[in-house]
């Protein structure tokens, strides 16, 4: 994957990269690049919140696992071990699903979430294609150890969830749904036929799956005006900052085999 592969996330509305952009680990920008053109209003809570942690957002986005996944020079050993992790993560993120039908205070939200914990039973279509191709059957991916970074990631989502409301429960999932649109937007850009991650790529950066980001985006703002208010945004930022935060961690427990 060439060097320019971060337009998608770069593209500011000017169409400039800001220099800040190059390094991981500054402050945000004073004008936050935009996600996937179209994908979220700056005003949006979501730009809001992704703004307010530029720092985790890019680490998580641009992590070397990504960039290796992009070039296709990431070892399939590392793929697998995430694969497999990920199919016990998606489980436990149907339950937080279902913890927001719960939680859901009219019927609107309750078929919304009702739907993404759908959505997310059929999404492990792909891991078990995956799978199957390296001779797992999904009852060998139901008894595979879970790693602490699993573990760590989906219970700090399902204990947002209980602990706050829905719109608590929405940020939490949020950098999940929002971040793999942005980086299957990044990464679907020119890739090859024969791309030996071109599965993931495509399922992610697809129109359908930009779709199901746009109305995770659209779902904040709904609930924000609903059930917001300015006293809410602390405790928000901080919850998409830790998710965002375990995001990146997941990401290095499939690079570095952790158990
Ligand atoms: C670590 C990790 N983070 C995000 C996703 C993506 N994802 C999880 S649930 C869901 C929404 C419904 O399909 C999406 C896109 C993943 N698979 N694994």
Redo the contacts with the bound molecule.
């Keep these: 994957m060439p060097e320019d592969s971060e337009d998608i996330a770069t593209a500011t509305a000017a169409g400039e990269r800001p220099d800040a952009y190059t390094d991981a680990h500054t402050d945000a920008p004073p004008e936050t690049p935009e996600a996937v053109p179209g994908l979220a209003a700056a005003d949006s809570l979501f730009a809001r919140l992704r703004h307010a942690c530029w720092p985790e957002w890019h680490a998580y986005l641009d992590h070397p696992f990504v960039r290796r996944m992009a070039d296709g020079s990431l070892r399939q050993e590392c793929f697998r071990h995430y694969m497999g992790q990920?199919y016990l993560?998606?489980i436990h993120?149907a339950r937080a699903y279902a913890l927001g039908v719960f939680k859901s205070e009219s019927l609107e939200d309750m078929r919304r979430m009702g739907a993404?914990m759908a959505?997310?039973l059929d999404?492990m279509g792909l891991h078990v294609r995956y799978c199957q191709s390296w001779g797992l059957s999904p009852e060998d991916l139901e008894r595979l150890p879970e790693s602490k970074a699993t573990m760590a990631?989906t219970r700090y989502v399902l204990e947002r969830g209980l602990a706050g409301d829905l719109l608590d429960l929405v940020v939490a999932l949020s950098p999940?749904?929002i971040?793999?649109a942005e980086i299957g937007a990044r990464l679907i850009d020119g890739i090859d036929d024969d791309h030996p991650y071109g599965a993931w790529i495509r399922e992610?950066g697809g129109a359908g799956?930009r779709q199901?980001a746009r109305d995770a985006v659209e779902t904040m703002d709904r609930l924000m005006v609903e059930r917001g208010g300015p006293g809410r945004m602390p405790g928000l930022v901080d919850t998409f900052r830790q998710a965002t935060r375990l995001?990146a961690d997941?990401w290095q427990m499939g690079l570095t085999l952790a158990d």
Excluded: Q
């Design positions: 990920d993560f998606l993120f993404g959505a997310i999404e990631y999940c749904i971040g793999y992610y799956y199901v995001e997941f």
